[in-house]
């Protein structure tokens, strides 16, 4: 069965450095988006992505994230600067198409800044 | 704008006890809705889903109906396991232009015991 697939599954990383999280979607699937997950706390939507550019993005999503799809394949959240507050869960999903369909989750990558 | 509110948790039940987790919706479209389950130390995973009013969605032994006329969407299972123990998520999305994202409730933390 195809799946989501999210690496690394767990990253930690010191203030102030770059992270690159990395996300291979399901093949045929058009629309993809990054989520975090505060412990314990509710999922809470960063960014969504269709047709290689930004397609919403949330009040999280400030100039410190950037997504990419470089070649076809992976998607990838990069966080330029990172803060204690970044540590989280981040789950990455990719729907064929909209609306009625399921989204498919990763595993997620906890990241944790310290 | 669109939103899910959880019924808030923890929930504690013996096994083979009747569940109820509350889900209520506002949307300005016509949403499609969704439980999604997280198991211990895993990603997200569609529990069950429904695309319209009264559709009736099951899986495993839960189900939830698509209330209209109560924005409602309420898990229920007649007999839980202890193996259900986990994190309940409601989500919706609505169409709108986009990416038509999902929206997730608070989750519902659901402990089985034996």
């Known amino acids: 069965e195809p799946e989501v697939t999210q690496t690394p599954s767990h990253q930690v990383t010191q203030m102030g450095q770059e992270v690159i999280l990395r996300c291979v979607p399901i093949s045929n699937h058009l629309y993809f988006y990054w989520y975090r997950q505060i412990l314990g706390q509710k999922v809470e939507f960063l960014v969504s992505f269709y047709n290689n550019e930004i397609s919403e993005k949330s009040e999280i999503f400030d100039d410190q994230f950037s997504v990419e799809r470089p070649d076809g394949s992976n998607f990838t959240l990069k966080i330029r600067s990172t803060k204690l507050e970044d540590s989280a869960m981040y789950f990455c999903?990719?729907?064929?198409?909209?609306?009625?369909?399921?989204?498919?989750f990763g595993q997620g990558t906890r990241l944790t800044v310290v | 704008g669109d939103s899910v509110t959880q019924m808030e948790g923890p929930v504690t039940l013996s096994e083979e006890a009747f569940l109820t987790i509350n889900c209520t919706y506002t949307a300005t479209g016509y949403p499609s809705l969704f439980w999604y389950v997280q198991y211990p130390g895993e990603g997200l995973q569609l529990l069950l889903k429904?695309?319209?009013?009264?559709d009736k969605g099951s899986n495993k032994g839960f189900e939830a109906t698509y209330r209209k006329e109560t924005t409602s969407f309420h898990l229920e299972k007649g007999s839980v396991q202890v193996s259900d123990s986990a994190v309940y998520f409601c989500?919706?999305?609505?169409?709108?232009?986009?990416?038509?994202?999902?929206?997730f409730g608070t989750g519902t933390r659901l402990t089985v015991i034996p």
């Open positions: 429904a695309t319209k009013a009264d």
């Open positions: 999903a990719s729907r064929r198409r909209t609306v009625n369909t399921e989204a498919f």
């Open positions: 989500a919706l999305t609505a169409y709108q232009t986009g990416a038509n994202n999902l929206f």
